[in-house]
């Protein structure tokens, strides 16, 4: 049974350019969420993907944005990057439609480690 | 708003020792509530969860958790670590009416030595 995969592993880009990071949910779920962990962080909640939809959205400005597809993977697109952006950014898949005790349950990936010099 | 405080940013232990990760959370809502461990380079896996029932629930590699609703507390236990067990461990709300976002606290690394 694969487990949430996110690619690329790493990645290293310049102040101002734009990224695209690329998550695949467990096999069966259905919901995509993302997070950013700064460095000795907890995790923190940027948005979430339900049947192609931004569902929810945490305090994270314009410049991130996401898509979901039919398969449902999700890309997580920040633009105008900042130093500050440097950070892990973790992609967590659930089954949303179910609306029960396992829709809370969130598979998280290995990450990416974005650097921004 | 909801919001997850971990009262000890490091807990070094000697290997067999018991152990005890502290966890408070603020909420005016009910919410569901988390422990995930976080090794070395790698993403978050889901140690246990407490989303109704017992207040006492067991997780995976030996660990248990009580939710004290009076005291806003779920502390993490373990009677006896591993070296094995060195990582970092985040506590983590969610909203009972909302599956999509959870709140982590800042973290706690666990330090087992031999």
């Known amino acids: 049974d694969a487990g949430v995969t996110q690619s690329p592993t790493h990645l290293i880009k310049t102040r101002g350019q734009q990224v695209t990071l690329r998550c695949s949910p467990k096999?069966?779920?259905?919901?995509v969420s993302w997070y950013q962990q700064a460095l000795g962080q907890g995790p923190q909640f940027i948005f979430q993907?339900?049947?192609?939809?931004?569902?929810q959205r945490g305090n994270f400005p314009d410049r991130f944005s996401g898509h979901q597809f039919p398969n449902y993977s999700s890309e997580l697109n920040v633009n105008a990057l900042l130093l500050g952006d440097s950070a892990l950014y973790l992609c967590?898949?659930?089954?949303?439609?179910?609306?029960?005790?396992?829709?809370?349950?969130?598979?998280f990936g290995p990450g990416t480690r974005l650097t921004v010099t | 708003a909801q919001s997850v405080t971990q009262l000890d940013s490091q807990v070094p232990v000697f290997e067999e020792a018991p152990v005890e990760l502290r966890c408070n959370y603020s909420?005016?809502?009910?919410?569901?509530l988390f422990w995930y461990v976080q090794y070395p380079n790698q993403g978050l896996q889901l140690l246990l969860k407490?989303?109704?029932?017992?207040?006492l629930v067991k997780g995976i590699n030996g660990f248990e958790a009580e939710f004290n609703k009076s005291q806003t507390s779920f502390h993490l236990r373990k009677p006896s670590v591993h070296i094995s067990d060195t990582a970092e461990y985040f506590c983590?709300?969610?909203?009972?009416?909302?599956?999509?976002?959870?709140?982590f606290g800042q973290g706690t690394t666990l330090q087992v030595k031999p």
């Open positions: 967590a898949s659930s089954l949303g439609a179910s609306g029960g005790p396992s829709s809370y349950e969130q598979y």
């Open positions: 983590a709300v969610s909203r009972t009416s909302n599956t999509g976002k959870l709140i």
């Open positions: 407490y989303l109704s029932g017992s207040t």
């Open positions: 909420s005016s809502v009910s919410v569901y």
């Open positions: 993907y339900y049947e192609e939809e931004e569902r």
């Open positions: 096999s069966g779920h259905d919901t």
